[in-house]
């Protein structure tokens, strides 16, 4: 069976949260000359590259199976789970790495290489299990972050390295989990499908509505880090933040795959830094090391323009000249090579014609 094409979509949706996430650190939304668009910036970014992890996984297994992750033989699951503990491993390392950097910047990629080795245990889950699993860290997440991490607190584990990135303050893995299940589900989709395209807009746009009508309906209460359940603020993990935040998602996803195949020459340069993303979000890191933490605490929208498109043209003479970025090229051969020393490399074939469902 050959290879699928890569979906170049999803790239588009990885560069802009990749973007994103440049205007949280650098931009200027506060400011009498600031952008005030800018405020999209602040936690939905994140989130929308949590969501794309969780899709890539689904992705990674149904391309090596040939069929979705509950229908996928029992040699192709335990061969990506593999791929996916490793580079799970590989960005806890980069995390910790870049941590030390001392930027004021907290580092997602420790938290999101937990959460890789923490979705091995879904790859057979039906599709409405990933939906149910996404939903209880919705709702139960906070509450069971701020439990765990009252405990780890009260015997002197809060700060537990890497195990303590379950319930850090920041990216706790216990809700966020929850992007990764329902990326996972997306990742289900037939996402070339204008379809499926339509229906991720529709859902995007449907929650966006529902979660501005119970905010405008709770009224200011709901702007509030203490609401536990209703707040809307950045990084709070309330479900209601966690419900808008996945619905944007959807919206942004379905512009994008939408936009890759109708415009593919006008977001070419988008497609490839979105096909390099992890190596775009540690090179920014590293240029705020260099440049200094006054980037971040005096932050400037021409210092924002300036990383981005400096990130952009990177990754479009990258791509064009070279290929895979520098970091991705790192995860996929590494992980392929030691998923493959592990269970070897002959996962298709025979196999798919006994998968039956679980």
Request: hydrophobic residues 55%; aromatic residues 8%.
């Amino acid at each position: 069976m050959p290879r699928p094409a890569r979906i170049e979509g999803l790239d588009v949706a990885r560069a802009l949260a990749i973007l994103g996430m440049f205007g949280a650190h650098v931009g200027d939304h506060q400011s009498e000359n600031g952008w005030a668009w800018l405020t999209v910036t602040h936690g939905r970014p994140s989130a929308l590259f949590a969501i794309l992890a969780g899709v890539s996984i689904s992705l990674m297994l149904t391309r090596k199976a040939g069929v979705t992750g509950d229908l996928a033989p029992a040699s192709a699951v335990t061969h990506t789970r593999w791929r996916v503990a490793v580079r799970g491993i590989i960005l806890m390392v980069l995390g910790l790495v870049l941590s030390e950097l001392g930027t004021p910047v907290i580092v997602i990629l420790t938290n999101l290489g937990v959460m890789f080795l923490l979705s091995v245990i879904a790859f057979r889950w039906q599709v409405w299990w990933l939906w149910v699993g996404a939903a209880v860290c919705f709702v139960l997440g906070q509450l069971a972050v701020r439990t765990v991490a009252t405990g780890a607190g009260n015997v002197g584990l809060y700060d537990l390295p890497v195990v303590g990135k379950l319930w850090f303050e920041t990216y706790p893995a216990i809700s966020w989990m929850g992007y990764i299940l329902a990326g996972m589900a997306i990742g289900r989709l037939t996402l070339t499908a204008r379809r499926t395209q339509v229906l991720l807009g529709v859902v995007g746009v449907a929650g966006l509505l529902i979660v501005k009508m119970v905010e405008v309906v709770a009224g200011g209460a709901v702007r509030t880090d203490d609401s536990l359940w209703l707040s809307t603020e950045a990084h709070s993990y309330s479900p209601l933040e966690m419900a808008g935040n996945l619905a944007s998602a959807c919206l942004v996803i379905a512009v994008c795959l939408w936009a890759a195949q109708a415009a593919r020459p006008a977001v070419w340069p988008l497609i490839a830094a979105g096909s390099m993303a992890l190596t775009l979000y540690v090179a920014h890191l590293i240029v705020i090391a260099a440049v200094g933490d006054e980037v971040v605490y005096e932050a400037t929208n021409v210092a924002y323009a300036v990383l981005c498109l400096s990130a952009i043209l990177f990754a479009s003479l990258w791509r064009w000249l070279v290929g895979q970025g520098p970091l991705e090229k790192l995860l996929s051969v590494a992980s392929m090579a030691a998923a493959n020393a592990v269970v070897g490399n002959n996962s298709e074939g025979p196999d798919r014609q006994r998968a039956t469902r679980q």
